[in-house]
């Protein structure tokens, strides 16, 4: 543990591996801990207030600094720094900074910053994302996310995101069927489900769940205009 400290102070290394660092840029950072086998094994240079618990946690981290890195896995990306990353292989491939991920496999490819992941599987369908709020079990988990802005709250809320940018989508399964649309909002379970188009509104049980390519709708109670599909009003 820690073999390659050069001037840096106050560094905790427990584990085999722990915090090893490299021979060609040694660790002149201070105040990091890293427990577990192979957890911190790669930092070095400045790094410096990393908190890294876990079998393979914040492996990937080299200069990074300020994160916060528990699980088995978790952070093991080339991630930047200020993140904070809490589960098994969460935050695991990406390249984040300043992105906060909790919940086994959330954020699992997620390469964008100043993220907000909550769940299991949260968001492990999203890659290079800035500033989303996901929220709920398997959401924005079930296509390859590149939208920017969105916020997903509920199971499986924006399952089937992929290009669309600036939803929001409150609810179990609202908006799940929605790809490439954007500027929606939908609350309450299964709202907008179906591949809406962009720029509508549905509020309440299952309203709009079949818009397909309609735009600039407002649809307002349980299973209000869950049959409209292309009309524009």
Do not use: P, W
């Amino acid at each position: 543990a820690g073999a390659y400290i050069s001037t840096g102070s106050m560094n905790t290394f427990v584990g085999m591996s722990a915090g090893e660092g490299i021979t060609g840029t040694k660790l002149t950072g201070d105040r990091n801990v890293a427990i577990g086998v192979n957890a911190g094994v790669n930092l070095q240079g400045a790094a410096t207030e990393n908190i890294i618990i876990g079998a393979f946690a914040g492996d990937g981290i080299t200069t990074g600094h300020s994160s916060v890195i528990i699980g088995d896995s978790a952070g093991s990306g080339t991630i930047g720094s200020g993140n904070v990353a809490i589960g098994h292989n969460a935050l695991t491939s990406g390249t984040s900074a300043d992105s906060v991920v909790i919940g086994n496999n959330a954020g699992l490819q997620t390469t964008g910053n100043d993220n907000v992941i909550i769940g299991v599987d949260a968001g492990s369908g999203a890659t290079s994302i800035t500033q989303c709020t996901i929220v709920g079990a398997n959401a924005g988990s079930g296509a390859t996310l590149t939208g920017d802005n969105n916020t997903l709250m509920g199971r499986a809320a924006g399952n089937a995101l992929t290009s669309g940018s600036e939803n929001t989508f409150v609810g179990a399964e609202a908006g799940d069927g929605t790809d490439d649309g954007a500027d929606c909002v939908a609350v309450g379970f299964r709202a907008l489900s179906g591949n809406c188009g962009s720029s509508n509104v549905a509020v309440g049980v299952n309203a709009g769940e079949n818009m397909s390519s309609a735009g600039y709708n407002v649809a307002i109670g349980q299973f209000a205009s869950d049959t409209t599909t292309t009309a524009v009003t």
